[in-house]
């Protein structure tokens, strides 16, 4: 025994005693009268009874305290169990959704979302395995719970929800739903990203031109792929034209909201000119090809040029000969001119160019107009022979 136990003992007996000596110098008398009923009884026995309850209510007390803590800490480690649980439940369906596993991956988020203190990430991750495993209807209710969960995230799911609708093909659906965003989120950069694809689906190429120029205000943007899409979405403009009922004069109206920085692009301008000559304004088309090539020779446009038939065949030969000084070994620009010479009823002049481009680069197309010149010339043999050589070199291609 310890010497605090000795102590505690010794006290113990101490205390008794003199307590036994205590009740047998004077009992004392307690009465407790309630209603009719009485009791009588020594003052040392009530205190005895009381320390006694007292001792009873303490116990009950601690045993109940102790009751309670554990119930609580048994509470604790349920919860921590079922979020353990949940959390691997998360990673889980994560790696289903990634290995396209979807109705997997769309269960086990789904289970997982109960469990998490914070679901919205499971539950935007079960939406996009929902969608992906074909159920539209369970992938919309999903992405209503997963806004319910944390509300400052609508524009989060107003994009996932028009990105599964593109997904879906249903671009013009996607395409009502990021005007909403837009109009709520101008400067938002995906919002602008998945609105400049979604115009480029639909073939809205005003829309495209409106994302990709608010996309370019912004930092850290692409600015060569913004380009690129720019150019794109401008000459969706100009070819649409064709589909109109004025042809040239839509060409024209396009082509004067065209920023100036774009107007010398070649595929633009050839788009431009394209347009027109469909619309049968093929003397605007000559301009336009005429001022670009004399610009930025780009071997389309002239191509393009050569094959361009004006009101004045004379002046287009004249100009293209101009370009001779800085081109002169360019087979393809001596096919344009040998073509050119031939529409001003040239033929010695055009064949002398045709001759040379052939030599330098004896494509199909050269040899047939240069055959054309040779049979009307009563050159047969040499005609057919050319003749032959081109049609074997369509056969060729791929």
């Not at 969608?131 to 997963?146: F, K, V």
């Not at 995906?190 to 480029?200: D, P, T, Y």
């Not at 094959?307 to 360019?330: F, K, M």
């Amino acid at each position: 025994m310890t010497a605090r136990g000795l102590l505690l003992l010794l006290a113990a007996v101490a205390g008794g005693a003199a307590f036994g000596l205590l009740a047998l110098r004077d009992p004392g008398y307690v009465l407790i009268s309630y209603g009719s009923r009485t009791f009588e009884t020594s003052v040392w026995f009530a205190l005895a009874v009381l320390v006694l309850l007292a001792a009873v209510v303490g116990t009950a007390w601690t045993i109940l305290r102790r009751t309670l803590r554990s119930r609580s800490r048994l509470s604790a480690w349920s919860r921590e169990r079922r979020i353990r649980n949940a959390h691997a439940k998360t990673v889980q369906g994560t790696i289903e959704l990634a290995e396209g596993d979807f109705a997997a991956a769309r269960t086990t988020l789904t289970a997982a979302a109960d469990d998490v203190e914070t679901p919205f990430a499971s539950l935007l991750s079960a939406a996009l395995a929902a969608h992906r495993a074909g159920d539209a209807e369970q992938s919309d209710q999903l992405l209503a719970r997963a806004e319910e969960a944390a509300p400052g995230a609508g524009t989060a799911v107003g994009l996932t929800r028009a990105r599964l609708a593109g997904e879906a093909g249903q671009w013009r659906q996607c395409r009502q739903m990021l005007d909403r965003l837009v109009s709520e989120h101008p400067r938002h950069p995906g919002v602008l990203r998945l609105s400049l694809e979604c115009a480029e689906r639909i073939e809205d190429w005003e829309g495209a031109i409106a994302a990709a120029t608010a996309l370019g205000k912004l930092k850290g943007e692409d600015a060569n792929a913004l380009e690129a899409a720019v150019r794109r979405a401008w000459r969706g403009r100009l070819a649409a034209s064709r589909g109109s009922e004025t042809v040239a004069a839509h060409a024209r109206q396009t082509w004067k909201a065209v920023p100036k920085a774009l107007r010398t692009d070649a595929t633009l301008v050839r788009e431009y000119a394209e347009a027109l000559l469909s619309g049968g304004d093929p003397d605007t088309a000559e301009s336009a090809l005429r001022a670009a090539i004399a610009t930025d020779f780009d071997p389309a446009l002239v191509e393009l040029y050569g094959r361009l038939r004006s009101g004045r065949p004379h002046r287009q030969l004249e100009a293209a000969t101009g370009w001779l000084e800085s081109h002169p070994q360019d087979p393809g620009l001596l096919l344009a001119l040998g073509r050119l010479a031939i529409a001003s009823d040239e033929p010695e002049r055009a064949r002398g160019y045709l001759e040379s481009s052939v030599m330098l680069s004896p494509t199909a197309s050269a040899r047939g107009e240069l055959a054309s010149l040779y049979l009307a010339a009563g050159e047969v043999a040499q005609g057919r022979r050319l003749l032959e050589q081109a049609l074997d070199d369509d056969r060729g291609r791929p």
